[in-house]
Nanobody, 124 residues
Framework: QVQLVESGGGLLQAGGSLRLSCAAPGRTFSLFSMGWFRQAPGKEREFVATISWSGDKTNYTDSVKGRFAISRDNAKNTVYLQMNDLKPEDTAVYLC?????????????????WGRGTQVTVSS
């Protein structure tokens, strides 16, 4: 079982920035593609960003393109989500997920392991 631990969430005003981290203590990230997803109250879990196992391929949902950046440091077993120019509609629980293999996916059911999430709340 791969344990994922997210951190970095918080409460902030629109236009601010946060950097989320997802760590897998004692595990090697290099075998996994990684994704960030989010879930707002009453809504389905949605894809935010993905990154391939080597970090050379990234993908973003349209609403965050140009504002968010996903990256990973395999030496530290950590994946990051830099979020800039945050908007109230970005408010959600942000979860990271790991999928064994080189190809990431935008589909939540394709992921094998999930963290518990970190809350991001953006006020207007």
């Amino acid at each position: 079982q791969v344990q994922l631990v997210e951190s970095g969430g918080g409460l902030l005003q629109a236009g601010g920035s946060l950097r989320l981290s997802c760590a897998a203590p004692g595990r090697t990230f290099s075998l996994f593609s990684m994704g960030w997803f989010r879930q707002a109250p009453g809504k389905e879990r949605e894809f935010v960003a993905t990154i391939s196992w080597s970090g050379d391929k990234t993908n973003y949902t349209d609403s965050v393109k140009g504002r968010f950046a996903i990256s990973r440091d395999n030496a530290k077993n950590t994946v990051y989500l830099q979020m800039n120019d945050l908007k109230p509609e970005d408010t959600a629980v942000y979860l990271c997920a790991a999928r064994r293999g080189r190809q990431p996916s935008t589909v939540p059911s394709m992921y094998d392991h999930w963290g518990r999430g970190t809350q991001v709340t953006v006020s207007s």
